[in-house]
């Protein structure tokens, strides 16, 4: 699975939108780009995945460069309770587990 | 929406015990996973299970072992606790073959002190 590169940690002010980047030069064809959160001491929740075109759901939207060599992640109007640990993976479609690097720790201000 | 759940959120054992940590899903997922969690090591994969009664190791096997009698369930041994087992445990599962990539679903995580 291709190697992402995340900002360790981010701010945001409650009711704006916060972008998380990533970078995943080497991505293949195959690979998704998934987006998990961490709430302290809490599993990781699914927020969104895609290929190749851009994705949104309830949560967030998905914005994949044309290259596909890097994505943003975007929670349109964040709150207090978004203040998480943000992980992109890269993954093909099937595979035995998913890699966890450090991810990017976003808090969220009042 | 997808259930994972796990049978404790936190759970103190001495060294020596053998641990049972349990994970149920209902969204009849034919793939099941274990992982541990520590500070600075993201997370690791120690046994997976594509079916009942199939067990697959994973990166990290030593000290442990699974079971998978039942679709919906799949636990997690720790055949003699020691004190460098103490972690987050997390439980996942995600379909087989599902279209647009096998989404992998979180429990909400046991955290396991071992002393």
């Known amino acids: 699975d291709a190697k992402t590169t995340q900002p360790p940690s981010m701010d945001c002010a409650e009711g704006r939108a916060a972008n998380l980047p990533c970078n995943h030069s080497?991505?293949?064809?195959?690979?998704?780009v998934y987006w998990y959160r961490q709430i302290h001491s809490q599993g990781p929740q699914y927020i969104i995945h895609g290929l190749k075109n851009n994705e949104t759901n309830e949560m967030a939207s998905l914005i994949i460069t044309e290259d596909r060599k890097s994505s943003t992640l975007i929670l349109p109007h964040a709150t207090l309770r978004d203040t998480a640990v943000y992980y992109c993976i890269v993954r093909a479609n099937t595979g035995n587990q998913f890699y966890f690097g450090t991810g990017t720790s976003l808090t969220v201000i009042p | 929406d997808v259930k994972v759940t796990q049978s404790s959120r936190y759970l103190v054992k001495r060294t020596g015990e053998k641990v049972f940590l349990e994970c149920v899903q209902d969204m009849d997922h034919e793939n099941m996973f274990w992982y541990r969690q520590d500070p600075g090591l993201g997370l690791r994969l120690i046994y997976f299970?594509?079916?009942?009664?199939?067990?697959e190791k994973g990166d990290i096997p030593e000290g442990y072992s699974v079971s998978r009698e039942k679709k919906e369930r799949f636990s997690l041994i720790l055949e003699s606790a020691s004190t460098n087992q103490t972690s987050m445990y997390l439980c996942?599962?995600?379909?087989?073959?599902?279209?647009?990539?096998?989404?992998?679903?979180f429990g909400p995580g046991t955290r396991l002190l071992v002393l």
């Open positions: 299970s594509y079916d009942v009664k199939m067990k």
């Open positions: 996942a599962s995600s379909m087989l073959g599902q279209p647009g990539g096998e989404t992998q679903y």
């Open positions: 080497t991505i293949s064809g195959n690979e998704y």
